[in-house]
């Protein structure tokens, strides 16, 4: 119930929240919503009852809600084009980062000094940021104005980037929410080498952080592309690795460069092809992000009683495969494509109309 109300309220006001405070100094919004954290983990940390616990992570889920709206375009405004797709990528890596450090460390914090003491680690971890931030992050970066919008606006190109996303989040998370029951059932893994294999998928997705930070200046789109690919390749590996393990390790590590790469070249897509302001265009896609978060999980769990585990691989590739034609299509879809073909007919048919005022 914690976990599914906090993605809940993550998917339900990302959108509305960015709208309210976009107008807000970035700095401003960022030091409330850390301290908001310091404050709400702190509850949950001495929280002795449920529903204070319940209340408190529904206050820390707003503020992640809008944290991933505005941190996004901010990070940008720091730099100028030239050297945005390797920073969002750069940002990109502290949240596969904490995958790879913060689960393992909260786990030995939880086994050590019971499960309230990794809530009070990153209470404190917190309260430094937000010092950092006050005293550090400018209150109008130079290049704040070319960051709000979108350098190349085009609604077609970004509603084809929501869509997608849900597609490939989903895709993901349908397998990866029920990985522990795949690769112990299906596999043959023992419980005690799940820890060492989540760790190895992490540590790829830091991999596939770096990569992208290293290409997405050279090429956006046929960067996202590829990730799609690895997606759809390291699913459909691990639909048919059974009890090779090798195979199965392969998977995963390459599932976890992909979802980290896409979610990297994400940041730096949407900053591109923004039709409004990008903090509104970020927040929409956190909330495919969380959607399809919440939507694999959900999917996941109706087909796993009906024809099993290993199914959640099989149904991953299909959804990966359909964001990989969404993709595709994308040129096709261009909104400023479309309008130029418009003014190109229109132009053609004038002429015509000159040369021949018959017609």
């Known amino acids: 119930m914690l976990v599914t109300a906090y993605g809940l309220v993550v998917v339900t006001t990302s959108l509305p929240l960015a709208a309210l405070t976009r107008r807000w100094p970035p700095k401003q919004v960022l030091v409330v919503l850390l301290g908001l954290l310091v404050v709400t983990t702190l509850v949950s940390a001495l929280a002795t009852a449920y529903w204070v616990l319940l209340g408190a992570r529904l206050l820390t889920a707003l503020s992640q809600a809008l944290f991933w709206s505005i941190v996004t375009p901010t990070a940008a405004a720091l730099f100028s084009e030239r050297f945005r797709g390797r920073a969002i990528s750069a940002l990109s890596g502290g949240s596969s980062l904490a995958a ?35 005293l550090l992050l400018p209150l109008s970066p130079a290049s704040a104005t070319s960051a709000a919008r979108g350098t190349e606006p085009d609604a ?40 060492p294999l989540l760790f190895v998928r992490g540590l790829a997705g830091v991999i596939g952080v770096v990569i992208v930070g290293l290409v997405v200046d050279r090429g956006i789109w046929p960067t996202m592309l590829v990730m799609v690919v690895l997606q759809a390749v390291s699913l459909a590996l691990h639909y048919v690795s059974g009890d090779v393990t090798s195979v199965a390790v392969v998977a995963v590590a390459l599932g976890g460069l992909a979802l980290s790469g896409w979610a990297s070249a994400l940041g730096v897509r949407v900053l591109q092809v923004a039709p409004g302001a990008s903090v509104l265009a970020s927040a929409g896609t956190a909330t495919a992000f969380n959607l399809g978060i919440t939507a694999g999980a959900l999917l996941g769990g109706v087909f796993l009683p009906l024809v099993g585990v290993r199914s959640t691989a099989l149904i991953g590739t299909l959804l990966t495969l359909g964001a990989l034609g969404l993709l595709l299509a994308e040129p096709a879809l261009s909104s400023v494509r479309r309008s130029s073909v418009r003014r190109g007919a229109g132009v053609e048919e004038l002429r015509q109309l000159v040369l021949r005022p018959d017609r």
């Open 156 to 195: 077609g190109r970004f509603w084809v980037i929501i869509g997608a996303t849900t597609l490939v989040v989903t895709g993901s998370f349908v397998a990866f929410t029920y990985i522990t029951e795949y690769l112990t059932g299906v596999n043959g893994f023992a419980p005690e080498t799940i820890g």
């Open 100 to 134: 790879v450090l913060g689960v393992p460390i909260g786990a030995w914090l939880g086994q050590q000094a019971g499960w309230s003491s990794a809530f009070l680690a990153v209470s404190v971890l917190s309260l430094l940021l937000l010092v950092l931030v006050a």
